[in-house]
């Protein structure tokens, strides 16, 4: 009896012994499995979050219309030789009193000149020897129907003769032209007759004129011919005034309204000028002619089919600084 006891006694202990490994086996597998579940959870903390590829953007550009060539770069002029390096297509620089040129370029290509044309406007407008302070209105008339450029003279304001001619010397003002054109003696049509028979009287063989602001590619000319208007111009002191002022009020109703020139050299103290215009259309270019006081030398200066917006003033500086050199007496 106390052998078959033991041997119960034994049993039970080695199933109780079996039962607490498994336990103890159990909690081990336990404790591993949540230290890998917590290794793997740290794995993914500090593992970089991916992120959508996003495609490349596409560089929208747009159309760009190419510039439209010059009647001067239609023609090729641009492969001419060009002293001192000159932007111009076409340039002329002479002696005012002795006629001597001291440089040319192109002097002979007739090509359009834009607002140079109001030059001779004015010219022919004082030899009418009309009253300067009478009243002219702008009309729909003086609307640009070439060109379509605005203007900061509405229909509707009315100047005298010589803040119309003011305007249109300093400041290009189209409609101011044109409203001096339109109150020409006889009309539109006999100012722009009396601007071509004055080209004719001053030998102007390469000039012509059809309006009297230089909005149309039609209004031609040369740097030869221009030359002799500048040198006509600067005999008639008006013009010499007005075509130089800087700065320029006038009232328009209601308001003072302030012009200025469109030649920046004007303001320069390095240059004396007796008188200038510029003009611009893209047939023509950049264009300015000028009358000035030059290393003791009164010059004309005639500057036509500039493609660069400061290309004809860089000229002129190119033309004052040559002279000024010791190489102007070589």
Known sequence: MRLLGLLCLSLVLSVADAGLGVQTADAATKKTQQAERQQVRKSKAKSPRKTAVQAPKRRVVAAVAPARPSFGQQLGLEESPSPLAL??????????????????????????????????????????QQPLDEVLTISNEDIDTEKHTGSRLAVGTQLTRGEMLHLALMSSENRAANALGRHYPGGLAAAVEAMNAKARQLGMRDTRYVEPTGLSSSNQSSASDLARLVKVAYEVPLLRELSTTAEHRVRVGRRDMAFHTTNGLVRSRSWDIGLQKTGYI??????????????????IMVFLDSAGK?????????????LSSDRAGS
């Open 282 to 299: 893209a047939e023509a270019g950049r264009c300015l002619v000028m009358q000035a006081e030059l290393a003791g030398r009164k010059l």
């Open 87 to 128: 932007k111009s297509n076409v340039a002329l620089v002479l002696d005012q009193e002795t006629n001597e040129v001291l440089l040319a370029k192109n002097e002979g290509a007739v090509l359009p000149i834009a607002s140079i044309t109001k030059l001779m406007t004015a010219l022919v407008v004082l030899e009418a």
């Open 310 to 322: 400061y290309s004809r003033i860089g000229d002129a500086e190119r033309v004052r600084k040559w």
